[in-house]
């Protein structure tokens, strides 16, 4: 019996304990695993975002002139609602990355972090005057963002960045938007914007794979965080409103209708994790060994949580597990076993029959 404070006794065990301690880390990697904040912190479109400087593109100086110069493309991508802004870079100095910085800061407001990516134009290459020492302290003293450079030739880092990047030069082949051909850089700027809002008219795309039909995906679209509408689904015709409505009501019923987004979004936020590789592989069952399995018994989602039980038999060919745990008697301090059946996928197996007990002093020694 836990003598003075049971509560302070039980939390020291469970921080001392190596095999505690394993079985908390091995939930929490279960539950979600390391995924960066930015991912599904509800905040507004472009308060974390990526970016990345696209190569490529002809330009002229004003129309009707020869002179043939080159001209690139600043991509910046929400890492919460998959938003994209595209924007129209006459040179790659520093002054050129910030003064762009600055106009999508003027529309879609300042973003708190910026991801770039160390292998890629941004940092250093031939030819590049690009400093991001230089753009870091005029952007952190100017308008408060903090830049994150990722592992040098690590472009899996800055996957979403370099996605928007292929649709974008997939979309100008299909649109037949010859980048050979000399735009002047307004002309430019016309064609990534209209493509950021095509790109942004689409639902975001969920990373379970799943195909079962919900009617709130279609409905969550990066214009619909950015405008509050969708650009290829506006409204149209005349609106009339009806009696004894204000402006005030008005902007009342439009917070109303984003936070509604905002909702939907919060509903799915799991759906927009993606899933760790590792996860995929199921590990070896094997008698008594010790297993976390998910209490799915009872209908109350408030008993969904993790249990830890010890494998009693492995039904033929490998259909089933059954799986023995301790269950409390209510009303009494007596404690009996139960037994559940669980698939091998169901299971995580924290301690295999043939690992070296954590506990023991061989291990110790």
Known sequence: FPIDNPRRIIQAVRRNCPRCRMIIRKTLELEMGQHPQGRFQIVPAFYHAMCDVVYG???????????????????????????T??????????????????RHSGRHGVPSCLFVDQGTQLIALEKVRMNLRDAHLQLKESLGINIVGSTAKS????????????????????????????????????????????????????????????????????????????????IEGPMYLT???????????????????YQLLLDRIHHL?????????????????????????????????????????IL???????????????????????FVERSPRDLAVISSVSDLNLNSAEFFN
């Open 273 to 313: 994790i993606p899933r760790s590789t590792k996860w995929d592989s199921t590990d070896e069952v094997k008698l008594e060994d010790v297993v976390l399995f998910r209490f799915k018994d009872s209908s109350s989602s408030k008993l969904e949580v993790w249990r830890i039980g010890k494998v009693v038999e």
């Open 155 to 234: 472009h899996c880092e800055r996957g979403r960045v370099e996605r928007k990047v292929g649709i974008l030069r997939n979309m100008l082949k299909k649109s037949a938007v010859n980048t050979e051909f000399s735009l002047t850089p307004m002309q430019w700027e016309t064609v990534f914007s209209k493509m950021a809002s095509e790109i942004d008219d689409l639902p975001m795309a969920r990373c379970d794979g799943s195909s079962t039909s919900d009617f709130g995906w279609d409905l969550l679209t990066p214009n619909r965080f950015k405008l509050g509408r969708s650009n290829s689904r506006a």
């Open 316 to 338: 033929k060919e490998g259909r089933g597990i059954i799986i023995s745990y301790p269950t409390a008697t209510p009303g009494s301090d007596k404690v009996k076993t139960s």
């Open 243 to 261: 009696e004894g409505s204000s402006p005030t009501l008005l902007l009342k019923r439009v917070q109303s209708i984003q936070a509604y987004w």
């Open 85 to 102: 802004s595209i924007l129209a870079l006459e040179g790659l100095e520093t002054q050129d990355i910030i003064m762009a910085i600055e």
């Open 57 to 83: 593109f002809k330009s002229r100086p004003f129309k009707q002139s020869k002179t043939k110069l080159k001209i690139y493309a600043l991509v910046i991508v929400c890492l919460l609602t998959s938003a």
